[in-house]
T-cell receptor
């Protein structure tokens, strides 16, 4: 059974790049990794998803090393509005494993 | 496109009372998920439907929780009787069918905040 581990919280400043790493040691061959963002009183919102190497979209990049035992969400040039909880999610055929979330606080 | 709709947004009940939550997924999304999220924790999957079929209900406390998805569209999650420990946010999400290894992005509703007194 895959399990995910992420830092409980992180602080950064506006304009900085933020990297949040999630460990998923027991990820299965066909599992892919997804990251979600959640603001208070809202449901999680999809950020990015990947299976291996690097994926980039308009808001973030996702780095997955060859062994796939971890993944790193990279948020370029964060702003105050990026203050939220970030979850990594590992999904196999019939298992959905959410991390406990990383509370990211962006300071001015 | 319209998002996932959930109702009610808030519900306060006394313990031992029944409660029901309703979810209307995004049109065309055949996969529907019910999650429970406790304060400060990640979502915990309760049940996942593929059309009308519950394909994963391993984490659903079946002694008091039940769910249905008639006609493969709307879904209802019920708790009877509610206990103090059921206080949480209940989230519904939906997604399109997955294509190979490409994951299916989940679209979440705003959730129902349940308080059991």
């Amino acid at each position: 059974l895959a399990k995910t581990t992420q830092p409980i919280s992180m602080d950064s400043y506006e304009g900085q790049e933020v990297n949040i790493t999630c460990s998923h040691n027991n990820i299965a061959t066909n599992d892919y990794i997804t990251w979600y963002q959640q603001f208070p009183s809202q449901g999680p919102r999809f950020i990015i998803q990947g299976y291996k190497t690097k994926v980039t979209n308009e808001v973030a990049s996702l780095f997955i090393p060859a062994d796939r035992k971890s993944s790193t969400l990279s948020l370029p040039r964060v702003s105050l509005s990026d203050t939220a909880v970030y979850y990594c999610l590992v999904k196999g055929n019939y298992q959905l494993i959410w991390g406990a979330g990383t509370k990211l606080i962006i300071k001015p | 496109e319209a998002g996932v709709v959930q109702s009610p947004r808030y519900k306060i009940i006394e313990k031992k009372q029944p409660v029901a939550f309703w979810c209307n997924p995004i049109s065309g999304h055949n996969t529907l998920y019910w999650y429970r999220q406790n304060l400060g924790q990640g979502p915990e999957l309760l049940i996942r439907y593929e059309n009308e079929e519950a394909v994963d209900d391993s984490q659903l406390p079946k002694d008091r929780f039940s769910a249905e998805r008639l006609k493969g569209v709307d879904s209802t999650l019920k708790i009877q009787p509610a206990e103090l420990g059921d206080s949480a946010v209940y989230l519904c999400a939906s997604s399109r069918p997955a294509a190979g290894l490409i994951g299916n992005e989940q679209f979440f509703g705003p959730g129902t905040r349940l308080t059991v007194l």
